[in-house]
DNA sequence: GTGTATGCAAACTGTTTGCATGGAC
DNA sequence: GTCCATGCAAACAGTTTGCATACAC
């Protein structure tokens, strides 16, 4: 469930959870929105200035590998990750181009099987981004 | 059309049709399939070793720009490349995971409203890549 | 002739790694 | 007590830039 998900505990999986992984894990949800590696370390020094930046490259690897951080993009020649909680059902994300704000959505390929057939591909993988602009972003017209 | 995009003048627009810009992109559309930078500058200077790396990344930069080159995945932290002669017209990419050839693919969102008005977001764009196995690949149970 | 493209090397940016120390379990 | 995680700094890889020269147009 999203819900439990969410917890911090699922974050590093069965790895130990420091202060300085709960910093980051705490600063990546709060940050709400997609982010760089750059970003969340911003966010994380801010809250605790010893955290080195090594440390959350790594935090962020086993964020990554436990699933509760995905990638949703890149910008600027570095990755952009998201703690979207939409758990281990397969779906993909939306991505608010003005503000960063990332949801999940449901994955739109209800045909998938059709291109293997014309192109000869047997497909069996695929990514999917959308962006686009959020409920908030429209009303403010930014 | 595809048959006259293939041309390399096309490859750098208005830009300068050097020699070197000549082996560069007749490097890219030998390779016939997804390339790294980094492995367009080895085929690139097996033909010509005095070209410089910068100058690739120039050159793929030019031919990025004007249509001619399209960034489909990534490997390794380097950006995986390809001429797939699909033009102008909106497409998406197959990308064989075993040999790297790459074909252009359908749009294969009809539906992409829907998913906006479910999520209050408004789609402006979108990306899309799927992987699989081609049909050469899929013979010699590579 | 003008201005873009080139090659080289140095500079940069983002990321990873080695190692001694600290602390979660 | 064991072993994973940390912080620091050095190392690294990929990419970009400055500059003088060459050459496409």
Redesign the interface.
Known sequence: MAAIRDDLTYAFGAGRLTPQRQTIAESARSLGRAFTIDDLAEEARYRDPSIGVATVYRAVSAMEATGWLERV?ERAGSVLYAQCGAGDRHHHH?V??SCGRV?P??C??H??AA??AT?????????????????AC?ATGS
Chains 1, 2 share one sequence.
């Open positions: 993009g939306l608010c181009t949801e959505a449901e739109p390929l045909d998938v291109h293997a192109s000869g591909f047997v497909i069996t993988n695929h990514e999917v981004t959308l962006y686009g602009l959020c409920p429209l």
